[in-house]
């Protein structure tokens, strides 16, 4: 029988906890495949870009970052109803179950952790409830698409900016119409004149993870 993977995986990839998840794959893989078994459960590496690494406690967290938030210490039915995946609004809030908002963004992930631990302790909810953050490797990138010479995801730098985001995808093609360049936000849609921007740097908006930005193609 065909094994159920038949593709390979990368010989080498950058240092860190992807790297060891996908030796352990590769080593896996190998094992299964020589044994002959006919289903393989493994990522491919486009799949691993929806992977969730827990956090580095120093690591400090930003508006827009999405995050995966694990409750334990607690009953079992209020850990199912908890836990699940959060998003830092522009304001550096998240909003949770019986506390409401809460401020994290800015805080290292481990202080993030301690006041919502806290914060559930200080209001006798839960006696001694423990909070782990994981987070979307995908979170901390913008998406450039449209009219620009190479469409992809860009790393996000705090100092990134909508023009600088462009700049970073190639630039904008012959095609593209700069004057209505749509930054997309959740569900917020800002239309952004870069000829402008040009002309007053100052004017160029700051970006943030997730953020979308697509440059459509010029009517004349």
């Keep these: 029988m065909t094994p159920f993977f038949t593709g390979s995986l990368p010989a080498r990839l950058p240092g860190g906890p992807l790297t060891k998840l996908m030796s ?18 493994v990522l491919t590496l486009s799949c691993l870009l929806l992977v969730t690494l827990p956090v580095h406690a120093d690591a400090v967290l930003r508006k827009g970052d999405t995050l995966e938030l694990k409750i334990s210490g607690v009953p079992a039915a209020e ?3 908890l836990s699940g995946q959060y998003t830092i609004d522009n304001d550096g809030f998240v909003n949770l179950a019986y506390i409401g908002k809460i401020r994290i ?12 631990e806290q914060a559930y302790r200080s209001r006798d909810i839960f006696t001694n409830p423990t909070i782990i ?7 901390r990138f913008v998406n450039v698409g449209g009219e620009v010479k190479t469409p992809n995801r860009v790393g996000y730098t705090p100092d990134l900016t909508v023009l600088g985001s462009i700049n970073a995808a190639g630039g904008f093609t012959a095609f593209a119409d700069e004057r209505k360049i749509r930054l997309l936000r ?21 970006v943030q993870p997730g953020d979308r930005i697509e440059v459509p193609q010029s009517l004349f």
């Design 186 to 206: 959740g569900n917020d849609v800002m239309i952004i004149d870069v000829k402008k921007i040009r002309g007053n740097p100052s004017l160029d908006v700051p």
């Design 24 to 41: 352990g794959i590769r080593r896996t893989a190998a094992r299964v495949v020589r044994r002959g078994h006919p289903f393989l459960p």
């Design 79 to 81: 850990t199912t109803s």
């Design 133 to 139: 953050i994981t987070q979307q490797i995908t979170s």
């Design 105 to 116: 963004g800015g805080l290292p992930a481990g202080v993030a952790q301690s006041t919502i």
